[in-house]
């Protein structure tokens, strides 16, 4: 593994640890070279995943895009790092054990919509105005009605109500 710091290529590892419920080895690593100190990470890949954006253009996956974007929706809402770690990694192996090495843009956008619905609200607001590409109010005024629909749906009957037969 390189050096972040001086490009160096014999760094040495003083530390390995399981992370992500096991899916994933925390390596600490040391430069000899500069003393530089860093944290990488080794996950299992399936297959090597291509993204096939809307316009036809095909680009490798990059799971730290897939994060990037992820935390943009979270920005200052009070959700765990290791739920967000826990949740991309889910839409990873989603993506992988579809058995398809090429994979629509609109796909990943909707397991991000899925998953951020269950985590957060407003995440999943923000994320679909950019992911929809919302021009006006009743964009929005569609999603919170969905998500009104939806809670309702799922809300337990409340104490004492009757149910109607």
Do not use: H, W
Not at 113 to 138: I, K
């Amino acid at each position: 593994m390189r050096c972040p710091y001086c490009s160096g290529e014999n760094t040495q590892v003083k530390d390995s640890r399981p992370t992500e419920e096991n899916a994933s080895i925390r390596r600490r690593r040391v430069c000899p070279d500069c003393g530089g100190r860093f944290t990488t990470f080794e996950r299992v890949q399936l297959r090597e995943l291509v993204v096939v954006k809307r316009s036809g253009r095909k680009v490798a996956f990059d799971r730290d895009k897939l994060v990037k974007s992820v935390d943009v929706a979270l920005r200052k809402r009070a959700i765990d790092s290791e739920r967000v770690e826990r949740m991309v990694s889910g839409i990873v192996r989603q993506l992988e054990s579809s058995g398809e090495s090429e994979i629509q843009s609109s796909i990943i956008g909707e397991y991000v919509m899925e998953a951020l619905r269950g985590v957060d609200p407003v995440a999943y607001v923000r994320f679909a105005s950019v992911y929809r590409d919302f021009r006006e109010a009743a964009d929005f005024q569609e999603v919170l009605g969905e998500i009104a629909r939806d809670d309702a749906e799922s809300a337990p009957v409340a104490a004492g109500a009757r149910i109607k037969r």
